[in-house]
């Protein structure tokens, strides 16, 4: 793969994901009976969504069999590599040097744009999934840094990906201003939130309370000045299909402003559901 051409094909992607044998099912069962043969004392955590409903940091830091799964993903859902071709085309289109994948899970990404070519960094939450990044990341003699996303290095990203990870997380706010403020001036966000995948009759590490987030959170990102340089029609169906959406962020917009402006545009148009919700909840509560 060279990065002088503009894009890939999704049997170019499965290549650069290779481990080490062509057929990609083979190499996924291949890379995961290797990881668990040099990590023999790991368990089983088929559980840990029920130990952990409502503690999202404890569950990926604890939950092995979750990331094991995600090494097979691009096969059972095809368009995450979709979303791979979408990053390197990007990278190729803008000149991107740098990458950070906020919420990396198993490394496919990161591993995609390391064999691009890229510098790249693997940021999540520190443990099972961040071992086995790590691991996938050696054994393909690969030099990506694997940083702490909670406590993520003070270094800035021509190109940031973040796909399916908002609606893990407490503040959602608070993890898009931390990301925007790494990304460079004119660099290049791409955001899928998945915000409306939640059962509220089943525990498990997504939080039912951040589909309030849903589109309004592109919104707030607009009023800031954050550019959105494709997508749907509405933030709704974008957010609903998890769509990734590319955004920049221009070189004039201060870090420092950043979390500030976000949180009180967000609370702005919160402010606004509440009446609506508060109006219905009366409402139904008169009917007989």
Known sequence: MT??????????????IRYRLSDPQKDVELEATDYLEAFPSAKSTEMQATVFPDAP???????????????????????????SAMLVSLAIQTGASTFA?????????????ARTGLQATHL??????????????EKRGLSVKVADALNPPAEFYDLISNFDCLEHV????TVVAQILSRLKGGGFLVLAGDFYNFDLEKAGPHLPKNFVYGGILQMAMQKIGIKKLNGLA???CETALAVPVVWQKPADVSSEFLEKALRQGMLDLLSRFARFYEGEIARLSKIP
């Open 57 to 83: 940091v404890e569950f990926y830091a604890s939950s092995k069999d979750f990331f094991l799964d995600l090494l097979g993903m691009h096969l059972k859902l095809p368009h995450l590599l979709e979303r």
């Open 124 to 137: 999540d939450v520190q443990g099972e999934g961040t071992r086995l990044a790590a691991w996938r990341y």
């Open 170 to 173: 407490e503040d959602p706010v």
């Open 3 to 16: 990065r002088a051409k503009f894009s890939i094909t999704r049997e170019e992607v499965l290549e650069l």
């Open 234 to 236: 509405t933030p709704w």
């Open 101 to 113: 994948d906020w919420g990396g899970g198993s490394g496919r990404d990161c591993i995609v744009m």
